[in-house]
């Protein structure tokens, strides 16, 4: 390093893991453990210039190392947009409890143009979106779903994941999409053929097995995704075992929605606990534990102050308008419309966008765990309180798997 003053950019934070302190980079998600003068140093960078001679011998391997790692830079506000959504259309044949994409047009709405959806593809493209997830209501409601699909594959996307109930997947239209949908995901609402159907009108178990079948046949890649809630969190070792025997990965989603829609099925924080317990030990043997693509304990140590919506993922609604989620498509989030705008109108939207940081989160600001979390789901915040701000009311899920993160962790290094 040469002669020059340093202090810490702003997305550098300070806490603790159990008692070990650690200075963490929200830009990278890393963090590094601290000897009590690194702490001491780390500490002062945080909050002034400091000079070359206050940095003794014992620290300069970590200042070089932070260094190396952004720390001092301020990071200009660039737009990291990785993954989005794609909403192609609005009907669905179901209409399950608590569906994030169900507004007042479903079923109602015209189907976008595949010309609309093409210029929102090629949108998103342009601003760096990687990763494509094609929802709907039900995409196989289109026929010219593997037209999309196409599309987003010519346009560099690495890859593009269908998100489906399953009822309408036939050998014919997987036989399409083959080379160039890269997984099909289907989600179940009951681990077993006589299964209580939960959130829908019926139990589909075996159709929807049929349809992981189909999946694998075509060559794409079957995934399951079962919804857990209240009353099935039991059932999760039993889906990795369906998962296993189908030759498909799982992962899960937790419903979601106001305590006043879920009704019995919203998980009191007992369930919570529990299905963090469940987690923590399966996670520890089993190779694919998430819950909702943004938390997975496998990376559950990793530093952030909130969560990738409108920062690294956007959703583009079935009427093109752009939210920062899937789960926020809400007037006073919009962001622009995919149909319509070039990407530059759209990118500069994007990055007069921000979240709420943990840091501004009632209940989350003084936690011990924040810039581990993140503050949980603005989405939950939103459907329980009617805004972003407010503390996830599954807080007790990131809590208890935190806990037993940072104690294994602890043991492990200690
Ligand atoms: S664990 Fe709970 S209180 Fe802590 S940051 Fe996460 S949501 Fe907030
Ligand atoms: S708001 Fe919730 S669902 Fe959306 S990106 Fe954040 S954590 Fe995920």
């Known amino acids: 390093?040469?002669?020059?003053?340093?202090?810490?950019?702003?997305?550098?934070?300070?806490?603790?893991?159990g008692g070990i302190p650690v200075?963490?980079?929200?830009?990278?998600?890393?963090l590094v453990g601290l000897t009590f003068a690194g702490a001491n140093l780390c500490d002062a960078l945080l909050v002034r210039e400091v000079s070359p001679d206050e940095i003794t011998d014992k620290c300069a391997e970590l200042v070089t190392y932070l260094e190396s790692q952004g720390a001092f830079d301020e990071l200009e506000e660039r737009l990291v947009l990785q993954s989005a959504y794609l909403h192609v259309t609005n009907t669905c044949n179901l209409s399950c409890v608590g569906c994030y994409s169900a507004d007042a047009n479903r079923n109602r709405a015209c189907d976008p143009s595949l010309s609309d959806l093409e210029h929102a593809v090629d949108v998103l493209a342009e601003l760096g979106v990687k990763r494509l997830v094609i929802s709907g209501g039900e995409p196989f409601v289109r026929q010219d779903l593997a037209d999309i699909a196409r599309h987003a594959k010519t346009c560099?996307?690495?890859?593009?994941?269908?998100?489906?109930?399953?009822?309408?997947?036939?050998?014919?239209?997987?036989?399409q999409l083959a080379g160039l949908a890269d997984i099909v995901s289907i989600s179940f609402d009951g681990a077993s053929p006589d299964g209580p159907a939960y959130i829908r009108e019926h139990q589909l178990f075996d159709r929807l097995i049929h349809a992981v079948a189909m999946v694998k046949e075509a060559g794409i890649h079957a995934h399951i995704l079962p919804t857990l809630h209240a009353k099935n969190i039991h059932d999760v070792p039993v889906y990795l075992e369906v998962a296993e025997q189908l030759g498909a990965t799982v992962g899960f989603s937790l419903l979601?929605?106001?305590?006043?829609?879920?009704?019995?099925?919203?998980?009191?924080?007992?369930?919570?606990?529990?299905?963090?317990?469940r987690m923590f030990s399966l996670g520890q043997e089993a190779s694919v534990v998430s819950i909702d693509d943004e938390f997975d304990l496998r990376r559950a140590l990793r530093v952030r102050r909130a969560c990738g919506a409108g920062k690294t993922n956007v959703s583009v609604a079935a009427n093109g308008n752009v939210y920062?989620?899937?789960?926020?498509?809400?007037?006073?989030?919009?962001?622009?419309?995919?149909?319509?705008?070039?990407?530059?109108?759209?990118?500069?939207?994007?990055k007069q966008f921000s979240m709420p940081a943990v840091d501004e989160?009632?209940?989350?600001?003084?936690?011990?765990?924040?810039?581990?979390?993140?503050?949980?789901?603005?989405?939950?915040?939103?459907?329980?309180?009617?805004?972003?701000?407010?503390?996830?009311?599954y807080c007790v899920f990131y809590r208890r798997s935190l806990d037993k993160t940072v104690e294994a962790f602890v043991s492990q290094v200690s």
């Open 1 to 17: 390093m040469g002669y020059h003053f340093v202090k810490f950019g702003s997305h550098i934070v300070r806490f603790s893991l």
């Open 256 to 277: 979601s929605g106001s305590s006043a829609e879920l009704g019995d099925l919203m998980p009191c924080d007992a369930c919570l606990c529990e299905l963090a317990d």
């Open 361 to 393: 989160i009632a209940g989350c600001s003084s936690c011990e765990h924040r810039y581990l979390c993140g503050g949980g789901c603005r989405a939950r915040s939103y459907d329980e309180n009617g805004e972003i701000g407010r503390r996830d009311p």
């Open 156 to 175: 560099g996307m690495g890859e593009v994941v269908v998100l489906t109930n399953g009822t309408l997947c036939t050998k014919e239209n997987l036989a």
């Open 23 to 30: 200075v963490g980079n929200t830009a990278t998600g890393g």
């Open 324 to 350: 920062p989620c899937h789960m926020l498509h809400k007037p006073e989030l919009l962001l622009g419309n995919a149909f319509a705008d070039d990407a530059t109108t759209l990118a500069k939207h994007i």
